[in-house]
């Protein structure tokens, strides 16, 4: 049975901000070497160069034993994070060089025996950033009906709270960080509608604030 390919909209237009992102990824990661990345750096043609990232390599102990792995500097950063914020691997050698893990950040992939889900890291400032300011139905496509068709501010609200119920809490086969993500733009989304009828901004200021600093 073919597999069902889903991926986060999100993704469609994201690209790293590089040495603009007020964070980096280069931090607390295990990132694995492997035997491929080896070889690849070990053609490097430039000696000097080829040495300074095979010496940034080394080995550690894992719960499954030991582990080949991008060594850290006295931050707890990867050797290879730059001072101005870029990853020299990257630079002198482009995006191929990197291991797995590096390639695919902030891309998380979920797979099972019947779906294969392409989902996000919430940690990546700009994901996070387009997560917050995104419609719902760009975080999980048309199963997300849009509030709307009625002037009623108690319906409205009663239509949003039982999709924010259905979507969260029933649909069981979205993974968690997708709930997530939905939660935070309906919880959003509630405080917008309370608003336009004419609640008080100074009772809505601090939800909305929390939501955002959380994501961000």
């Avoid at 000696?47 to 582990?67: C, H, M, N």
């Avoid at 695919?104 to 797979?111: C, K, S, T, V, Y």
């Avoid at 949003?160 to 979205?174: G, N, P, S």
């Avoid at 309906?186 to 601090?206: P, T």
Wanted: proline share 4%; hydrophobic share 35%.
């Amino acid at each position: 049975m073919a597999k069902q390919n889903l991926s986060i909209k999100v993704l469609n237009d994201f690209s790293c901000l590089a040495s603009d992102c007020p964070d980096h990824c280069c931090g607390s990661w295990l990132v694995k070497v492997t035997e491929e990345n080896l070889a690849l750096w070990s053609d490097i043609s430039n000696g000097d160069i080829r040495e300074k990232f095979l010496q940034r390599v080394t080995s550690v102990e894992t719960g499954t034993g030991p582990a080949t792995v991008l060594s850290k500097n006295s931050q707890n950063n990867c050797s290879n994070l730059a001072a101005d914020g870029l990853c020299e691997l990257q630079k002198e050698c482009g995006h191929e060089a990197l291991p797995q893990t590096c390639r695919d950040f902030p891309r998380l992939n979920i797979e099972n025996d019947w779906r294969r889900l392409q989902t996000v890291e919430l940690s990546c400032p700009e994901i996070a950033s387009k997560i917050i300011n995104a419609d719902g139905g760009l975080i999980l496509g048309n199963r997300i009906a849009k509030t709307s068709g009625s002037s009623d501010p108690q319906i409205k609200i009663n239509k949003a709270l039982d999709q924010l119920f259905f979507m969260v809490i029933a649909e069981k086969k979205y993974p968690a960080n997708l709930r997530l993500y939905y939660l935070a733009w309906k919880l959003r989304n509630l405080l917008e509608i309370i608003q336009g009828h004419g609640a008080q901004s100074r009772l809505l200021k601090f939800p909305r604030a929390l939501i955002k600093s959380e994501l961000y």
